[in-house]
């Protein structure tokens, strides 16, 4: 037996961070920048490949509402600062082996980006849209010149967005669930899926949302296989991350995660999206919203069980 | 020069003076501490063994604080010491899930704070106040490139442990056991 006990000053809340120094803020944003990552993703893949007319949803619509998504989880990380009124302190510096600067850099390209996309195509959400000046109008005949060049960087910034919001989490090496490579494709993989599944939701066109969820279902396969091996990695590996592990294998998040997380958010749907293959008819939202409010709670279920995971001396 | 410390396990009897010299001296807003004391007990009934273990910033030679730090706020001063410049910090709460010690909180002013080694007072050439005011003399503090620091020569002298070592923080605390 071993039992460590606290004698002094340290017994409170307010010192012993790993009560939570991060809340909701910071998962509500993994999943938004995630989620913001998908949409651009598949909006510049699309564009490249001449799909704009089979696809026109993932390239006009849903990225209209990226600048949107953006600025909220922008919002929320502003939340999270406790000494907000030096977050320019951000961008007086850049520090190479910091994830929350790559980050803040990164999302520093994306916004601009993602607003220039949305403005070329703001028409297709807003069909009475008029930009009032002429200067404005020349602005955007002469953007629309270099879509190409847009849709590559979106595609690259998209996987950089992707990958950091797992990589912010997985740099810790303090916090033995985070601490895993897979956590970075793992949050690609789920952020994509969730960005197919936000396009099927605008869809009005059959075929797209079909495609869609193809695209989705075989997201869904390799974010299963990447959870599956993030855990026998766990499970092969140290102490600290055994017991990291067994909080979901038997723990405190063993239910929700497996039940909500990993059945609702991802069977499932995957089992819907391969029935609509096979021609039964289910109400296209569903598994698209499943895939959506599982991306949420898997964010809020790591970002919150990793602040448990420690390591015991 | 390389600030470091030494604890006694065997000689502290956990009467929270060095918490309490800290908070003073450091003007720590109430409900917090820098520095704190654990209580271990190992073993089964009778055979128990007691460990006492003030702990503090470890003041990692490889520390992830600073590391994870976006904006430098966190940084590694001379002798080693690791500081945060309160007008740099944004209080995004990386460097305290990167410390595997728990070591950093967050100031009710929204800056982190954490132990300095007292550096204020190592100025004066005097030593950290919880060093100064351990009844039972458990503490040793110096410079670890110096053979001839007290540090040194207590740490030379006898078994010691380090804090999850593991981790590849490289701590500078030395628990003498
Ligand atoms: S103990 Fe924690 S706060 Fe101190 S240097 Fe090491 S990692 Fe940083
Ligand atoms: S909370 Fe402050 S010191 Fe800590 S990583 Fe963020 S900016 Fe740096």
Redesign the pocket.
Same mark, same amino acid.
């Given at each position: 037996m071993r039992e460590e006990l606290i004698v002094s000053g340290r017994s409170n809340p307010l010192i012993d961070p790993h009560l939570e120094i991060w809340e909701w803020q910071i998962p509500a944003y993994l999943f938004l920048g995630g989620l913001a990552a998908g949409i651009l993703f598949f909006a510049g893949l699309f564009y490249l490949r001449g799909r704009e007319d089979k696809y026109p949803t993932a390239v006009r619509v849903a990225p209209v509402f990226v600048p949107v998504l953006l600025a909220i989880g922008l919002l929320f990380l502003f939340l999270d600062?406790?000494?907000k009124f030096?977050f320019w302190?951000l961008y007086t510096s850049f520090s190479i082996e910091?994830p929350?600067s790559w980050g803040a850099w990164t999302l520093l390209l994306v916004m601009p980006l993602s607003v220039i996309w949305a403005a070329l195509y703001i028409e297709s959400v807003f069909p009475k849209w008029d930009w009032k000046y002429t200067w404005a109008k020349d602005a955007i005949k002469f953007l629309s010149g270099y879509k190409r060049e847009m849709a590559w960087g979106m595609v690259v910034l998209a996987i950089i967005l992707g990958i950091y919001t797992g990589i912010l989490l997985s740099a810790f090496n303090a916090r033995p669930l985070w601490n895993t490579s897979i956590l970075g494709p793992l949050f690609l993989t789920s952020g994509l899926s969730t960005g197919a599944a936000f396009i099927v939701l605008l869809s009005k066109n059959k075929t797209e949302r079909h495609a869609m969820g193809m695209i989705d279902l075989m997201l869904i396969s390799i974010e299963v296989a990447l959870i599956i091996h993030m855990f026998m990695g766990f499970k092969a590996s140290t102490r600290v991350q055994i017991e990291a592990a067994d909080m979901f294998l038997g723990g405190q998040f063993t239910a929700t995660f497996w039940v909500f997380v990993f059945s609702l958010g991802l069977i499932v749907p995957a089992f819907l999206e391969f029935m609509e293959t096979k021609g039964k008819r289910i109400p296209f939202y569903i598994a698209p919203s499943l895939v959506i409010f599982g991306g949420i709670l898997f964010r809020f279920i790591m970002v919150h069980a990793g602040q448990l995971s420690r390591w015991l001396y | 020069m390389r600030y470091a410390m030494a604890i006694d396990t065997k000689k502290c009897v956990g009467c929270s003076d060095c918490v309490v010299a800290c908070q003073t001296e450091n003007n720590v807003p109430h409900g917090y501490a820098r520095d704190w004391i654990i209580e271990v007990i190992d073993g089964t009934y009778p055979q128990l063994e007691l460990e006492y273990r003030s702990e503090r910033c470890n003041h990692c030679d490889n520390a992830p +604080?600073v590391r994870?730090?976006?904006?430098?706020?966190?940084f590694i001063a001379d002798g080693g010491i690791v500081k945060?410049?309160h007008d740099? +910090?944004?209080?995004?709460?990386?460097?305290?899930a990167?410390c595997p010690y728990d070591a950093?909180f967050?100031h009710p002013e929204g800056?982190?704070d954490k132990c300095t080694f007292c550096d204020h007072r190592l100025e004066k050439g005097q030593d950290p106040a919880c060093v100064a005011v351990c009844p039972t003399k458990c503490l040793y503090f110096g410079d670890m490139d110096d053979p001839n620091s007290e540090v040194s020569k207590v740490v030379k002298k006898r078994k010691f442990k380090t804090l999850i070592p593991e981790a590849g923080t490289e701590p500078q605390l030395y628990f003498l056991i």
């Open positions: 600062l406790k000494h030096y302190r910091s929350t | +604080c994870c730090c976006p904006t430098g706020a966190s945060v410049e740099k +910090c944004i209080g995004c709460g990386a460097c305290i990167a950093r967050v800056y982190v």
